[in-house]
């Protein structure tokens, strides 16, 4: 089996209820489970969310659209995966998607190309973020439940909780990494949703493209980028990865972490 598990709570601390605001007259995180729909490879698609009641509108959302989902612990993000796919039955050689809410622009072709290169290389760890070349937005990590069960039960720092697979890419001799690159470096691409910028960008996205085609991919944005540039002004002062970066920073802060790291 292989399973897509999507990160989604309300408490965004930079853009509150980031998840259900309205886009072009469905929630985000509707499009997001739409789009990964699309994918020829995942068989099953769960939202792991959290105890807080501030996240009662996306359990609603699942249960009146019959999607799946998983009600977890809020900081340990780690434990909240584990819990989703082991919830869900689980087995050691399934293979687990990794996906956040805040992409409403990800693409299923992207997502396969990831999820193929895992299973033709027999990786225990998949994806486009070590070397960044996708558009942020775009992320996609692929493991065996096997490397996440290991992972839960290994990762012990703050960071390594929050992040899910940090304990992962942290420990390169202890598990296969592969990294898939675009033929193109597009990673100054900011298509992630933290901001309220952010959802001006992606509102302008989905204004030209989605009545069109409500499945529009990777390259029908890079093309209307192309043909206005000035959509890119948008939220270009934003940096890739706050959230990481924020975190790894606590870890040295609590002395946890080398700071050379």
């Known amino acids: 089996m292989i399973y897509a598990i999507i990160q989604a709570r309300m408490g965004s601390t930079r853009l509150p209820g980031k998840v259900m605001m309205d886009l072009c007259g469905i929630p985000v995180i509707e499009h997001v489970v739409n789009r990964l729909d ?24 699942c249960k009146k659209n019959n999607v799946g989902y998983f009600v977890g612990s809020e900081e340990d993000v780690l434990d909240r995966y584990y819990k989703t796919a082991l919830d869900n039955n689980a087995e050691d050689d399934d293979i687990i ?18 999820i193929e290169e895992h299973i033709s290389n027999n990786n225990d760890y998949t994806t486009n973020v070590l070397e960044c070349t996708y558009p942020d ?40 990494l592969c990294n898939v690159k675009n033929d193109v470096d597009l990673s100054d691409f900011r ?61 040295v802060d609590l002395g946890s972490r080398n700071v050379n790291e």
């Open 137 to 176: 937005g775009l992320d996609c990590e692929v493991f065996n439940f096997s490397v996440l069960k290991n992972t839960w039960i290994n990762a012990n720092l703050s960071s390594q909780r929050e992040h899910v697979t940090l304990y992962i890419r942290d420990n390169p001799d202890k598990f296969n």
């Open 97 to 114: 998607i990794r996906i956040t809410s805040d992409c409403p622009l990800i693409d299923a072709c992207v997502v396969d190309k990831v």
């Open 38 to 61: 699309q994918s020829r490879l995942i068989d099953k698609i769960i939202i792991a969310t959290t105890f807080d009641s501030n996240n009662q509108p996306i359990i609603d959302f």
């Open 191 to 251: 298509w992630t949703l933290d901001e309220k910028e952010d959802f001006i960008f992606i509102n302008e996205v989905y204004k030209n493209l989605y009545t069109k085609d409500s499945f529009f991919t990777m390259n029908d944005v890079v093309d209307l980028l192309n043909k206005k540039p000035e959509l890119l002004e948008i939220n270009s002062k934003f940096m890739r990865n706050e959230g990481l970066l924020k975190s790894l920073k606590e870890d």
